[in-house]
């Protein structure tokens, strides 16, 4: 084991005290660093041109086995840096380094900067809700002319009737038709990863249409297409069921438009065909609330079921003239 | 300067500008942010550019642009984001709404990607030295101050580096940070290149836990070169340094030297340089000096020198003396371009 007493410490007490030789190897002996072979003073080093002290200390290395230097030249002390000055030898004690070390060390202070403040109970993040896709001012008239039935139940239409009691046609109820929410509707989510950028959007559509419409809302979710199963959650099982006529059916989906290139469970046109063939004559055409410019939906797709874009753009002459086809 | 793990992608925004223009317009527009949610892209699309469609939203997506996609957002392909930035840096009527826009969305958003965001506005918009260095001095007063913060906010700075404009690898504080967090994690690397001569000289060393993990080194001082090797090579002697990647030395021709040769140590690597002394000294990034000197018949030899700064306080942490017994260099075992001259006559 290496004493914890260090030839440095020696170097400081012969620079402090300025002993004699003889001193110098007492203290050594005391410290138990003895035989010191010598320690002596040198008048000036040329190199820092001011007083330095010098040890020869190959012999107290030797006689402790350590590791020595060939060319075991003396350790020169600057007064002026306190440091071994370059060409000292190997082996030698870390004397009067501290000191050196201290002056650029202390300078290096880092800015007085604050910490980071501590996350806090109001930090907490929130995740705010998209802007609508349609205009929120617009909204509720349009989805009352999407999901809307055409019914006659409106008040009676006069002028008509007149006209045929004048051609004296058997006089019939005639009333004016309007479209009424109270069949409710039947709202079918679209929850394939091409969804993902809207899932918010669904969520919120949800939330309105159950507003407009009320009671009579019926959410299921399914993923590329409803024929493939439907269901309440994320992992849609259920055979699909069309809801009894005049129940409108609202799909909220890409059509398989988008999505990642690989993996995004599209579907494609004929699926969608087939299943619009699966709802039935006897209902009005499904309508589909799809993200993306009526240029980019298949012919064949625009013809089978009544397409709008849900787009800022989207006004109720657009849904008109979407439902009219 | 590449990140580490992730592929450069900018080459791919010539290609989306001919397919979809319109998404390519939108990514430059939220290119500063660091995660993109459906709310800062509707925000980003109806404030500055309403004429684009709902799809330019889809087809930013879903492009090759983003990474990290989820339910909830995604992130720009690191790669693509640099190159994004620097155009919206270009027009500074729609960097300035751009930032606006994108501190409002996410005035919610935790607070250190709130930091993040502000660093690329303040990069992109011309923002002095100062300004940038000030939100990361707050970070590294935390990592210093707070121990218990130091892990958490290691990781973040591992995430948020290699993303930041290019600018900030101008600052002692971005390569602080990289360091101080890198040996917090245990040596995970966090940046490549190389930081400016200046950038660890300095606070490094108060940054450097006491406990910091450590690997050990090899050093060969040979006849005007030094040889560093991690893990040491067979038969050298080793010394330990905090465990980064890279591994940081100083080369110094003095103990007391304030400034030295940055030297750079690829973890598993080696690296030989010109070191025309017949002893020099070895500066760490924790503060610790090392002796290296040829030796008896070319042998290196190490002795500590060290003095460990915790704070601004010193302490002298005198180091046992590592004393290696004196070995007979072998020339084949080390590969050099051009073998010296005293190689080739043995």
Redesign the interface.
């Known amino acids: 084991m290496r004493p914890h007493v260090f030839l440095g410490d020696l170097v400081r007490a012969e620079l402090a005290l300025r002993p004699d030789p003889d001193t110098v190897a007492a203290i050594g002996a005391l410290l138990g660093l003895a035989p010191v072979a010598a320690v002596r003073e040198q008048a000036r080093s040329p190199a820092d041109g001011g007083d330095a002290a010098a040890l020869d200390l190959g012999t107290e290395a030797r006689t402790r086995g350590d590791e020595i230097p060939a060319a075991a030249t003396p350790l020169v002390i600057s007064p002026r840096t306190g440091v071994p000055e370059l060409g000292s030898p190997l082996g030698l004690p870390p004397s009067r380094v501290r000191r050196v070390s201290v002056a650029p060390r202390a300078s290096i202070l880092l800015p007085a900067a604050e910490p980071l403040a501590r996350t806090g109970m109001d930090d907490l993040a929130v995740m705010m809700e998209p802007a609508p896709l349609f205009r929120a001012e617009w909204s509720t008239t349009l989805l009352s002319e999407l999901l809307g039935i055409r019914v006659s139940t409106g008040p009676h239409d006069v002028e008509r009737m007149v006209g045929l009691a004048a051609r004296g046609q058997p006089l019939v109820e005639l009333r004016h038709p309007r479209r009424t929410l109270s069949f409710g509707v039947q709202m079918l989510i679209d929850s394939a990863p091409g969804m993902t950028p809207f899932a918010q959007d669904c969520a919120m559509l949800r939330r309105e249409v159950a507003r407009v419409v009320g009671a009579g809302v019926q959410v299921m979710r399914f993923v590329g297409c409803p024929a493939r199963g439907v269901g309440p959650g994320s992992r849609p099982r259920d055979r699909y069921q069309p809801p009894p006529p005049p129940t409108p059916v609202l799909l909220v989906t890409d059509l398989g438009l988008g999505g990642p290139e690989f993996g995004g469970d599209r579907a494609g046109v004929p699926e969608w065909l087939d299943f619009a063939e699966l709802l039935g004559p006897e209902r009005s055409r499904p309508l589909a609330v799809v993200p993306y410019p009526l240029g980019r939906v298949p012919p064949a797709l625009r013809a089978a079921l009544d397409v709008v874009e849900w787009d800022r753009t989207t006004t109720i002459h657009s849904v008109r003239r979407a439902l009219a086809r | 300067m590449n990140n580490v793990g992730i592929g450069d992608r900018a080459g791919q925004v010539p290609e989306l500008a001919q397919v979809t223009p319109d998404a390519l317009r939108l990514a430059e527009l939220v290119s500063i942010a660091v995660r993109v ?3 800062l ?3 980003i699309r ?1 404030g500055l550019c ?1 004429g684009l ?3 330019a ?3 930013l ?2 492009s090759g642009l983003t990474d990290a ?4 957002g995604f992130a720009l392909a690191p790669g693509a984001r640099a190159v994004l930035q620097q155009r919206l840096a270009g027009d500074r009527q729609n960097l300035e709404q751009a930032w606006r826009i994108t501190r409002t ?1 996410h005035a ?4 250190l990607m709130r ?1 993040e965001e502000e660093l690329v506005w303040l990069a992109l918009s011309g923002a002095s030295d100062e300004a940038l ?2 939100p990361l ?6 990592l ?3 121990p218990d ?1 130091s892990r958490g ?1 290691s990781q973040w700075v591992v995430r948020a580096l290699p993303r930041l404009p290019a600018r900030l690898r101008r600052l002692d504080q971005f390569w602080l940070l990289a360091f101080a967090a890198s040996v917090r994690l245990g040596g995970q690397r966090i940046m490549t290149g190389t930081p400016p001569a200046s950038a660890l ?3 490094l ?2 940054l450097i836990p006491e406990n910091a993990p450590r690997i050990a080194v090899s050093a060969r001082l040979l006849s005007g070169m030094l040889d560093l090797t991690e893990p040491p090579a067979a038969g050298t002697d080793a010394f330990e340094v905090p465990a980064t990647d890279p591994i940081v030395l100083e080369v110094l ?4 030297a ?1 400034q030295g040769r940055q030297v750079l140590l690829e973890r598993g690597g080696r690296t030989v340089v010109d070191a025309p ?1 017949d ?1 020099i000294y070895l500066r760490t990034i924790s ?1 610790e ?1 090392f ?1 290296v ?1 040829a ?3 070319g042998a290196a ?1 190490y ?3 060290s ?1 460990r ?1 915790q704070q ?1 306080d ?1 302490r ?1 942490e ?1 180091l ?2 590592l ?4 070995r007979t260099f072998i020339a084949e075992d080390l590969w050099l371009p051009d073998p010296p001259a005293w190689a080739a006559e043995r």
């Open positions: 949610e459906p709310a892209l509707r925000a109806l309403p469609p709902t799809a939203e889809a087809d997506w879903f996609r989820s339910r909830s969305v919610g958003a935790p607070r930091i260095a000030a001095d707050a970070i590294i007063a935390a210093r101050l707070e913060r906010l000289r300095g606070a060393p108060l021709p003095h103990p007391t304030a002394a002893e503060g000096i002796e000197t030796g008896e018949q030899s002795r500590v020198l003095y700064i601004s010193f002298d005198r046992p003396l004393a290696p017994p004196p």
